[in-house]
């Protein structure tokens, strides 16, 4: 019997020992975040998180391997948010048989509903990640190259569906995904700028545009003639007044020419004026 007592009072001090260090990490987390966002990364050492968050520099290395580590951690929390996101509204029984209109719009839209539902997170994974170093960037280079094959396999099933013509979308997908990252980075760095909203219907727009897939359905019959150039008159030069177009210019002048005082010729001369 003691060394059943023995044996769960040492898994209750594991479990206490378990919890103090979550919430340690926890408290590491919370105050890089607010470090981050108000003074930058690269102005934010080591010592002064450990300061603020009342943690000792032994505990931090218990947690992480160092800054870029600690950084690390807060991008892909929201990274993972964003395509954990993604992956569970495409996974709606209603999605399966969707167009690659509605998929992109809710993937995308839901996709950015969790990366900036905390404005300093998004700061964080947006911004301060860049020029962090280059473990960092090998982080951020990893989830690219995940978007990229999920961005591509929803192109492959849009060309498949008739949908997108067929040709080679990686590129076009790199470029998609440098241009979103871009967008909410914008955001992030003044968030009051405009709306969450906008920002959705801009991303939306940038993702079906990259697959050649219009926003909405628009008949072609219903699609304006702008490159026709606009006129006053018939194609036949007739003035808007309905003046015969070799009867007189815009400015009074004979079709032929002839100025209104022009000197008589010659020919017109009477007998007494010659």
């Known amino acids: 019997m003691d060394q059943d007592r023995s044996g769960s009072d040492r898994a209750g001090q594991d479990r206490a020992g378990q919890e103090r260090r979550a919430l340690r990490r926890e408290r590491l987390l919370a105050t890089a975040t607010d470090l981050f966002t108000t003074r930058g990364y690269p102005a934010t050492s080591i010592e002064r998180i450990c300061a603020t968050a009342h943690v000792s520099i032994r505990a931090f290395y218990e947690e992480f ?90 192109a492959e099933r849009a060309v498949e569906r008739g949908e997108s013509a067929p040709r080679d979308y990686s590129l076009a997908i790199v470029a998609l995904i440098g241009a979103i990252n871009e967008l909410v980075a914008h955001w992030a760095r003044d968030a009051t700028a405009f709306s969450r909203e906008l920002l959705a219907d801009e991303l939306v727009h940038h993702a079906l545009a990259t697959l050649g897939i219009p926003t909405e359905d628009v008949p072609v019959t219903d699609v304006p003639v702008t490159d026709r150039p606009v006129t006053d008159r018939p194609a036949d030069g007739t003035p808007a007044d309905g003046t015969p177009a070799d009867s007189a210019s815009a400015d009074g002048v004979p079709a032929d020419g002839t100025p209104p005082d022009a000197t008589p010729t010659d020919a017109t001369l009477t007998d007494e004026g010659k």
């Not at 509903?113 to 280079?141: K, Y």
């Open 65 to 154: 391997e160092g800054r870029e580590a600690l950084l690390i951690a807060l991008h892909n929390d929201v990274a993972r948010a964003g395509m954990e996101a993604a992956l569970t509204v495409l996974s709606d029984p209603g999605m399966e048989s969707a167009g690659a209109r509605s998929r992109i719009t809710a993937l995308t839209r839901s996709y950015l509903d969790a990366v900036t539902a905390e404005p300093a997170a998004t700061r964080i994974a947006f911004v301060e990640v860049i020029g962090a170093g280059r473990a960092v960037e090998e982080h951020r280079l990893l989830w690219r190259s995940l978007w990229s094959d999920f961005l591509s396999g929803e």
